[in-house]
């Protein structure tokens, strides 16, 4: 089948793009607000995007909590999002009035940053303080502004667990990192799920 994206006229039950594009990790957010307040939100739009300097990306829809604190504050972590956290990771997404701290409602512990003032998930087996470097509201293709918003921070700091490195390396099959696939359906990295290959020299 072919649509035309624009018109998003593909005659299916459901929109098809997030599927496509999966699994998509999942950026979990930690902020503060100007007052020094807590604030913790799942995105699926997230990334990296550089290696050196390591960057990172994360996309709302819209002046969230989240999107707000970045702007207000320049900083913010990224935790990983994990199996054995996964109904915590759910749950931090529930809408809640402005002020209000997910970590407080699904039990999790923030832990103060070391560069950042945003707190870290201490129960996340990795987090990645951050420093905004940019923040772009996107346009159309027409020019007209788009809803969606991204930030691009530099991983200033980051933190990992004891049990996640195993033999020099980061332990990901261990750890059990979760991803978005669209939909309602997600997926596990685990033993499972891994295979390994030798790119070609000079491959990219």
């Known amino acids: 089948m072919f649509y035309d994206a624009i018109r998003n006229d593909h005659g299916l039950r459901h929109d098809p793009f997030k599927a496509l594009l999966a699994p998509r990790p ?9 007052d020094g307040r807590p604030n913790l939100a799942p995105y699926s739009f997230f990334g990296a995007v550089a290696e050196q300097p390591h ?11 989240t999107l707000s604190n970045i702007r207000a504050t320049g900083e913010f972590v990224c935790n ?17 009035e402005r002020g209000r701290s997910e970590f407080e409602l699904v039990g999790l512990t923030p832990v103060p940053g070391v560069l950042v003032d945003a707190p870290r998930v201490g129960e ?12 772009i509201q996107l346009d159309n293709l027409d020019g007209s502004p788009s809803e969606n918003i991204c930030a691009f921070g530099q991983v200033v700091g980051i933190h990992i667990a004891d049990h996640a490195i195993v033999d020099g390396k980061f332990d990901t099959a261990n750890v059990k990192p979760i991803a978005r696939l669209g939909y309602r359906d997600y997926s596990v990295v685990d033993a499972a799920a891994l295979f390994q290959m030798t790119r070609p020299p000079g491959g990219e």
């Open 55 to 65: 960057i990172v990306m994360v996309s709302s829809a819209g002046w969230k909590d």
């Open 124 to 135: 996340a087996a990795a987090a990645l303080e951050c420093r905004v470097l940019q923040i």
């Open 26 to 34: 999942i950026g979990w957010i930690s902020t503060v607000d100007i």
């Open 80 to 96: 990983l999002a994990t199996w054995d956290l996964r109904e915590a990771v759910n749950r931090s997404s529930a809408p809640l």
